[in-house]
């Protein structure tokens, strides 16, 4: 049983496409994320979702929309791709908001391309 | 702010070598501190962790960090590498604002040649 999954694990679409990556833990995790690495590697955190509630928008374009539609779900979706938006985007989850000491438990990464 | 900074971006052990990843902290407050390993194509997995218990913590696959604050380090150490510890390994910390969310340092990838 996979504990964060992630769907699409490869994602090629054109620049201005629409397009969504889903995202699913089966651990009983109030807490979900959303992070983008870059071509260097770099992790950021986009944004967070404690039981459905929104509780870290770090500073994404309007173009990134995340939802919750419960607490085992956090999607992504993103409008009018550009090239800048190819990177490797990871789910996470963890047990609360404030329970970051117990760590983090990561997808596998959607790696999207905007050609 | 709370951070953390990976010294060097490549490190080159050969097989059986001890193997030393390097990373430092700035915080105002006992820091919660971890070791992520990527292998290739994969997710993060968590190596190990330091929640301000013992100072020297051990974690999967033979690592181990050990905590120092007068130095303000949390560096990731192996006896003896192997060839499948090939991969980039990330040192993050817990960041508080408001709610916490880890930050991750800018990774070490680790070759290792036989």
């Known amino acids: 049983d996979t504990a964060v999954s992630q769907t699409p694990k490869y994602l090629v679409t054109q620049m201005g496409n629409d397009k969504s990556i889903k995202c699913e833990q089966n651990?009983?995790?109030?807490?979900m994320y959303w992070y983008k690495q870059d071509s260097k590697k770099f992790l950021k955190i986009m944004f967070s979702?404690?039981?459905?509630?929104?509780?870290i928008n770090e500073t994404v374009p309007n173009r990134f929309s995340p939802k919750s539609p419960d607490k085992a779900h956090l999607n992504l979706h993103i409008n009018s791709l550009e090239l800048g938006d190819s990177a490797v985007y990871f789910c996470a989850s963890s047990q609360g908001p404030n329970k970051a000491n117990y760590g983090y438990t990561f997808g596998s990464g959607t790696r999207l391309t905007v050609v | 702010a709370q951070s953390v900074t990976q010294l060097g971006s490549h490190v080159s052990v050969s097989e059986g070598a001890l193997v030393l990843l390097r990373c430092n902290y700035s915080s105002s407050v006992p820091p919660y501190l971890f070791w992520y390993v990527q292998y290739p194509n994969q997710g993060l997995q968590l190596l190990l962790k330091y929640t301000s218990a013992a100072t020297l913590v051990k974690g999967i696959n033979g690592f181990e960090a050990e905590f120092k604050k007068s130095e303000t380090s949390f560096h990731l150490t192996k006896p003896s590498a192997h060839m499948s510890d090939a991969a980039e390994y990330f040192c993050?910390?817990?960041?508080?604002?408001?709610?916490?969310?880890?930050?991750f340092g800018t990774g070490t990838r680790l070759l290792v040649s036989p």
């Open positions: 993050a910390v817990s960041l508080y604002t408001g709610f916490q969310k880890l930050v």
């Open positions: 651990l009983g995790h109030d807490t």
């Open positions: 979702y404690n039981n459905k509630e929104l509780i």
